[in-house]
């Protein structure tokens, strides 16, 4: 990054962040915001073009050539704008789409620019006019923000913003149809701050109950669990990997590999994902060993579990079959059976077209 205090940051940029609060703040002085569900991305338009770069510093052009392109033609040069990259099908965010976009073969990602084109979804400011904004209160920073992309036509767009907290409360209910999940509340005094967790998020929160049908061990041990693979029963009876719990204590996840251990005896002989490994043999059903390109080198290697244990756990919210984010191990729940935890118990949320988003 630049040395001068007044000239547009130059890339990496560490994105300013959130910490995560159980509900909106309250008092004056807050924007609020929907959280969008995309890759973070900050937008550097220089004399030599445009370079998206990623959360963690890492170029983004290759697998989003659509979005250059257009960025290229709307935006000034010497801006800088943070953001989200998002794709919508059938008018609402997938991130499973998003995620295929991150392939090594640019034969696909141009086939996957025409077929479900990415957009960007601007919230605040960097720079303008060659000058840095980063000291700029957020408010201000809002205001030029709207001076620079608020008659903008997509692929750009900018992110609604309200100072109301009720507006912000039914946000919080009822974009999540739209595929956000969640609101983001930002002091209005607060200057841009790389790496500070300086902004809060609300997420939905809710419960389900799931089947501990297998875990993954810590890292290189042997005596400690690392995470727990949760299912769930659809509607044919068939036992889906849903996603994981990994919340746990060092102590806690000695404590589990010794509890779970009668567990394992036998444990494949019958196991709904016994066959996880034969693509042909589970056909769409979500299992836990498959790897993929998103894998990379991450031991993805499980032990199986007799489906006897349910365990109530926390999520913010579904993406499709699956929980889009790892949930939090609340407490096992020796009340209820296997058979009992279906996709039918989960909360679903209103679907709701992303456009009236934008209209907000």
Not at 21 to 40: I, N, S, T, V, Y
Not at 49 to 63: A, E, F, H, M, V
Not at 198 to 226: L, N, P, Q, S
Request: with cysteine; hydrophobic share 40%; charged share 25%.
């Amino acid at each position: 990054m630049s040395t001068s205090p007044t000239a547009a940051p130059r890339p990496p940029v560490v994105p300013m962040l959130a910490k995560i609060a159980d509900e909106l703040p309250q008092g004056e002085g807050f924007l609020f915001e929907p959280k969008w569900d995309g890759f973070r991305a900050l937008v550097f338009s220089t004399s030599e073009g445009i370079y998206l770069q990623s959360r963690d510093g890492k170029p983004l052009n290759r697998y989003f050539p659509e979005l250059e392109k257009a960025l290229g033609e709307v935006l000034p040069r010497g801006c800088v704008l943070d953001g989200e990259i998002i794709v919508s099908v059938q008018g609402r965010l997938d991130f499973d789409a998003l995620q295929q976009r991150v392939h090594p073969a640019v034969s696909r990602v141009a086939r996957l620019a025409k077929e479900t084109p990415s957009s960007f979804v601007a919230f605040d400011l960097l720079a303008a006019g060659g000058k840095s904004t980063m000291a700029v209160p957020q408010g201000e920073r809002r205001v030029r923000l709207e001076r620079l992309v608020g008659h903008a036509k997509p692929p750009l767009y900018l992110t609604p913003m309200t100072r109301d907290r009720a507006v912000a409360v039914d946000w919080l209910k009822q974009f999540e149809g739209a595929g956000l999940d969640g609101v983001v509340a930002k002091p209005e005094s607060l200057p841009y701050q790389p790496g500070k967790r300086a902004m809060i998020k609300i997420k939905h929160a809710r419960t389900a109950d799931c089947v501990v049908a297998g875990f993954r061990w810590y890292k290189e041990r042997d005596d400690a669990i690392g995470s727990l693979l949760l299912g769930l029963y659809d509607d044919a009876g068939v036992l889906q990997h849903a996603g994981v719990t990994s919340s746990f204590t060092m102590a806690a996840r000695v404590q589990l590999a010794e509890e779970l251990e009668p567990l394992r005896k036998d444990a494949l002989e019958g196991h709904p994902w016994r066959d996880w490994a034969n693509a042909e043999a589970h056909g769409d059903n979500r299992l836990p060993g498959a790897q993929s390109r998103w894998s990379g080198d991450k031991d993805l290697t499980w032990q199986p579990l007799r489906i006897e244990r349910v365990c109530e756990v926390k999520y913010d919210h579904l993406q499709g079959d699956r929980f889009r984010h790892a949930t939090t191990f609340l407490r096992w729940r020796t009340d209820k059976q296997p058979q009992d935890c279906r996709y039918d118990q989960l909360e679903t949320a209103t679907p709701m077209e992303l456009s009236k988003v934008f209209k907000a």
